[in-house]
């Protein structure tokens, strides 16, 4: 789920209609490879409710200049996902300002975008699968944390008025199952994060894994991170291929797994066909009529 390609992939934002309002909407979103061209694409085949770019840029990189162009002309909301990929000690560098430069460099282009810019950094650290992962050298939880407190006070330095929102998100299951490797582990504080969110996927079946449903995937890992937190939650990554069963139906069961998140503000979907499974919104007639069921109620801007 990123440039960084691991066992698992990006998504994009999908949002969904939150029960907790009678007038509140969920923004719905997506990732793809090229999403200049793409969201044009997709938007005409489902219809208007796609109102979220997701990208994912390395520690030293800015987002592409067209994608800025896309997100302020058409009045998308941007997701950075900020990747700091080098190994080893990658969060100790991060905690020791190796990076500031080129952080602060990226938060002054996409301060001032509206809706505000929503940055990710360091996304599923509970995992084995990126330099900045707490199973990976060990680098544990506590180290996670400092790192993330620097970003924030770099980030908020750089933003100044102009707000740029930190999302916290983690791999929906801890990878391993560890005691010292829980979504707690990695919390930096309520005060520390804007959003909070989680990552998963229904890979359908193969020969270690079974379908999986939206619920299953998400159910407990947002009530935890809700305790946790209690912020606005996002779905930030998901997807689903058809090995096994329906799109379509995955897609209902997602919106109806998000009727049962009262603080769910977003969902990330992921349209790109890729080695770990086709997860493609237009693959069949009958998956572009859910997508377009799903952007039912969500947020229009």
């Known amino acids: 789920m990123s440039r960084v390609r691991a066992s698992i992939l990006v998504a994009l934002a999908a949002i969904v209609a939150s029960p907790a309002s009678a007038t509140a909407c969920l923004r719905v979103g997506v990732y ?6 793409g969201h044009k694409t997709l ?36 997701i950075v996902a900020w990747q700091p990929d080098d190994r080893p000690a990658t969060l100790t560098r991060v905690a020791q300002g190796r990076y500031d430069i080129a952080l602060r460099r990226l938060v002054r282009q996409i301060r001032g975008l509206k809706p505000s810019a929503i940055l990710r950094p360091m996304p599923e650290p509970n995992t084995p ?38 999302m916290w998100t983690a791999y929906a299951r801890p990878v391993p199952e560890e005691a010292t490797n829980e979504f707690r582990d990695y919390f930096p504080g309520r005060s520390q994060v804007d959003l909070v969110g989680a990552v998963a996927y229904n890979f359908g079946v193969t020969e270690d894994l079974d379908w999986s449903l939206p619920q299953t995937l998400f159910g407990e890992a947002y009530d935890t991170i809700d305790a946790l937190a209690r ?22 069961q997602l919106k109806a797994a998000g009727d049962a998140m009262p603080r769910l503000k977003g969902v990330v979907l992921y349209d790109v066909d890729e080695p770990n ?14 997508v377009t069921d799903y952007l039912t109620g969500a947020c229009r801007r």
């Open 277 to 290: 499974g086709d997860f493609r919104l237009r693959d069949s007639a009958e998956t572009t009529a859910a």
């Open 129 to 166: 699968w990126y330099a900045w992962s707490g199973p990976v050298s060990r680098q544990g939880g506590p180290r996670y944390v400092r790192a993330w407190k620097h970003v924030r006070r770099v980030v908020r330095r750089a933003a100044g008025i102009k707000p740029v929102r930190l």
């Open 32 to 37: 793809q490879d090229r999403p200049v061209s």
């Open 231 to 252: 912020k606005p939650f996002w779905i930030a990554e998901t997807g689903t291929t058809a090995v096994g069963g329906s799109k379509a139906d995955w897609l209902v």
């Open 43 to 78: 938007s005409a085949a489902v219809g208007p409710g796609l109102t979220t770019v997701s990208v994912y840029v390395g520690a030293n990189e800015l987002v592409s200049p067209n994608v800025i162009d896309l997100v302020k002309r058409r009045g998308l909301q941007l």
